[in-house]
């Protein structure tokens, strides 16, 4: 994540009108100054007072109406309620296997066969987000500088240039590690695959959080592995009183995986000392710690918060990551730092799939030694918190009573709990029906429970189809509530 | 493979000429026609001689004399014995986990660990003979037109006009597939991956050629599946009386993995009445059939012999296939078109690794769309078959009395026999302290007897340096041999 850096002018006005608006020194419907007269009061120019309405805007605290200029709104999310707290002690369900892969396919095939015009289900941001043109030049020039990008065969672990980078930014994180400890895999999902493989077996128990990225669930059913789901805080992630039940339970965890910073999909963050007492109980449990470091960068805070493999001394950690949310989701970039089972994952990272193409690792490499990446981060998080809060907003503004919600302090998605009665499966059909697909909560969790919740991504710009389909979910979501 | 078209000019001249010294009006030793009367003699350019002479050396006819110009040699490979014949109705040796990981590892770590001067141990032809300016005008040429290319997510089963150039070019082997039976992988290897995790589940058994290639050994050992080896002809492949014994012998084999052309690493072709067999009887028995057709388009013949795949019914064939070998070692461009179990190996791949990375896909999409891509084949193969004549010859040459060897029809490797009472382990040894990588035996097969062969890259341009190390390693291998 960035350094601390002073945010830019306009942002810095946006914040100052933000102030007021909450102060209630300007009032929700009274008309914002004009253009001409910011520019005058702040002595700045059009276009830095448009980015500010602009931003105000996608923030929720100011509406364009047409032909009038600018007018002062409040968004309306704090009427929402947070969501519960898993149960302290909640007895974990027994270790089973997935059963996930049917149902995803049948999701996925769902959502092919349906004329899809808004598809809220992923978690990623639109196109326009991501410096594509820059990262084209990059590896336009890489292609023209390395003649043998197509005809020679690059290093299993990866491009040097781009492990170094990888390795320093890993710096601010708390993680000292060296360049030859990253292996570049395809994507993040290769790396759990690797990280799994590696440390267990089939019929191997492995301990998730529960609700957790649907990927995950089906990487473990297609190794043959089982699924222990823990029960997991939508503020502060894997509750570790109730991995330390599991443990007690069943003792036999092999591994578990962590998503710390803005889990998928509850957008939780570990505070540091939680991470600390995990590295340390799975270190003296003898579980291996497979943490998805994927959405860290989305951070709305200033500086990087440690990665769990920061604590770690004895190599129980391995450390997955990828570029796919925050720079580029057309590239395959992810790596591994595997600690004690570094040779291991490796060896089935040449059995898999050999070495990575090398041409997308030269142009991020060069692409991530300027400033320009992290310009690009800052960048990327304003839009994002902008649209997420739009979203929540939207979604306090048009879903039915009960509804709740935790606005998470960065990333892509919200997750919502409907009402009691209402499923999220029926929501998913009727939606897909219009066009409109969502991710409905029982492909995260095998809990019965789990049909209550659904989640939805923020990474389009918030505007007028945008809020109509979310007005419209929002009826859905009325019309699906069982009156018992 | 190419249409019959005819060969260029210099090749009908060193064609002409070979004749002639094989016919014996051109003696050994003899000075050829310098340069001037060859142009004058046939009305050709400098240029056009340059090539016959070239052309005559690198396939063993000539050789070039400093300041002397080009003198007529031949050729002595005839010298050398064929290889036997695997034993008819030999007995499969039980089913067995592979064992090769550990091996294979310590290969790896020893042929790193020293400072290789010449490494004749891979598969691959040197980075000169692949076509690196047109395949990276090309993929310059697509970051350009497809400015999506790095921030949109490309579609899981690949790009869909480079898949309708492969299901186009499979037309020639008798295969009728559509691009949507395409998938694109990470190479063959992940098209193996795939292939072995639909069909089978940890602890199957899975029949392969012996010896075959160790990266298939490590695949089915990484996965928990036993390799069971059938004994394979150096001639004709696979022996099909062979696997009927097998599986009388043991009725639970899960699946059979092929090279039915230019086998690795016997360079064995499969008759096509053997591969019709083949598919008739691993569809009555139950067996899934994964062809690996990654060498096809090296054999020297003219028109492409038929596919496993274009016999099947049933779709109880699995085809797997690459351009690692044939077009760019640099990317990691494979596929699968995997019958009846296609839908299984689009969810695995999705599991695994999701979509590839689109932009190879769209450069090499294009260039194989064009007359440039049938010429580059042909060129490839010119080269390498003139490469593994001299090869063939030296071998002939330098190793000890008593070495056996085939000389395949195409490729890139030659597979040799060393006489009684030598280890190849023992070779290798000694070359690698000198410098001089080689692939011992033991890699391709959990057989004792395997110790008896090693496999030399023909990929090098032949020259000096080479002809030096193949006669080291041939004093080495005279070296080798234990009198009993
Ligand atoms: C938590 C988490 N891990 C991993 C992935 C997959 O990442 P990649 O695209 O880099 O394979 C995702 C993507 O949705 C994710 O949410
Ligand atoms: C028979 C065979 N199959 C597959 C492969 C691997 O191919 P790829 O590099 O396309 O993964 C090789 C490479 O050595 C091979 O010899």
Known sequence: MSTTTTPPLYRQLATHYRGAIEAGALQPGTRMPSLRSLMRLHDISLSTALQLCR???????????????????RPQRLRMAQMDEPLAG??????????????????????????????????????????????????????????????????????????SVIAQRAVAAGMAIAPDDVLVTNGCIEALNLALRAVAKPGDTIAVESPTFYGLLQVLESLGLRALEIPTSPQTGLSIEAL?????TYGDIQALVVVPHLQN??????????????????????????????YTELLDAEGTPRALKSWDRTGNVLHCASMHKILAPGLRLGWITAGRWQARVEMLKYTQTRN????????????????AYDRHLRRLRTALRGQRERTAEAIATYFPEGTRMNLPPGGLQLWVELPEGCSSAVVFDAALQEGIAIAPGWLFSNNARSDRFLRINCGWPYDDGLDTALRRL?????NAIRVG
């Not at 931003?55 to 709104?73: C, H, I, K, N, Q």
């Not at 957008?267 to 995990?278: I, T, W």
């Not at 990575?356 to 400033?371: D, K, V, Y």
Request: contains cysteine.
């Open 55 to 73: 931003t105000l805007e996608s923030d929720g605290w100011a509406e364009a109406r047409e032909r009038s200029g600018y007018f002062v709104r």
């Open 90 to 163: 909640l007895r974990p369900d027994p270790a089973q296997y997935v059963g996930i892969h049917g149902q995803v396919s049948d999701f996925v095939a769902r959502r092919r066969a349906a004329k899809v015009k808004l598809n809220l289900s992923i978690a990623r941001a639109a196109p326009q987000f991501y410096p594509a043109e820059e990262l084209r030049a990059a590896m336009t020039r890489a292609l023209r500088l390395w003649p043998d990008v197509v005809s020679s065969v690059p290093p299993l672990q990866g491009d040097p240039h781009f492990r």
């Open 244 to 248: 330390e039940l599991a443990v007690q």
């Open 265 to 294: 999909p509850l957008g939780s963050v570990m505070p540091d000392a939680h991470k600390e007492r995990l590295v340390r109980l799975c270190e003296a449990q003898g579980i291996a710690l497979i943490e998805d470091d994927t």
């Open 356 to 371: 990575n193409e090398i041409l997308s690792q030269l142009g991020a490499g060069q692409f991530m030694g300027t400033g």
């Open 474 to 478: 929002g009826t859905l979501a009325g």
